[in-house]
């Protein structure tokens, strides 16, 4: 199950709604990791516009949700504007509310981004002789996010594979990890039966998503590894014939 809705509101449109929050994370005395909040709400507005993405919205809005201070906001909406400026989404609009009557004493956003999309835009997610997986990036959390920051997916590659006809499905890792995800696509997989094409723990939580896994036509795979370089890994599934 994504962090997304998708609601019909014409004959041929629907609304997809996704989701991300930060705690503890951001400026604060009692934050666990210490960051700069533009920085915060840049990871917040990544998860929540890939979810958008992969669920096949256009996004057209995001919406903030600060609890750490009047003087964060301006920095949160720098966060929002590098992220849509890599997606090339210029001058997306941004809402949002500040809570004031209280202070936190750790950090906290919400991030919430709207997207449309055309209903007859499914998404594949069938496994068949035809077509094969790979991870785009790697797993990050914490730190790791910002000291190994040449290994997550750039947002720019995660439009350009959302786009490509030989994609046929592409999903954010969360914090449930690699193997999860397989799942969602290829249900009862076992962890035992995943290899991947280096050493990646497929139970690792990727933080803000800064991988991405993608379901592709088989015929695609020279494209798809080329443009992806040094972030592409190939997954086979022990017990399958690809």
Request: net charge negative.
């Amino acid at each position: 199950m994504r962090d997304i809705l998708e609601i019909p509101f014409s004959a041929r449109e629907s609304l997809i709604i996704a989701a991300d929050n930060s705690g503890a994370i951001g400026m604060k005395d009692h934050d666990a990791v210490r960051v700069p909040y533009e920085v915060v709400a840049y990871y917040s507005f990544r998860v929540a516009v890939m979810e958008c993405m992969a669920a096949g919205g256009v996004p057209i809005s995001a919406v903030l949700h600060n609890f750490c201070s009047d003087g964060a906001w301006d920095l949160f909406l720098k966060g929002v504007a590098k992220g849509a400026a890599e997606l090339g989404l210029i001058d997306l609009p941004v809402t949002g509310s500040t809570e004031t009557n209280f202070q936190l004493l750790q950090s906290a956003i919400g991030m919430i981004v709207v997207g449309r999309k055309e209903k007859n835009d499914h998404i594949k997610t069938d496994f068949d002789k035809g077509t094969e997986f790979a991870v785009i990036g790697k797993p990050l959390v914490g730190e790791e996010v910002l000291e190994r920051n040449e290994e997550m997916a750039p947002l720019s590659l995660f439009k350009w594979m959302s786009e490509q006809p030989e994609v046929l499905t592409i999903l954010p890792i969360g914090s449930k990890g690699i193997a999860h995800e397989v799942n969602q696509l290829r249900p009862g997989t076992s962890i035992e039966s995943i290899q991947i094409e280096e050493h990646i723990e497929l139970e690792k939580s990727a933080g803000p998503s800064t991988c991405f896994l993608i379901l592709y036509s088989a015929e695609g795979h020279e494209k798809v590894k080329e443009h992806a370089g040094a972030l592409f890994h190939k997954i086979t599934i022990l017990g399958t014939d690809t």
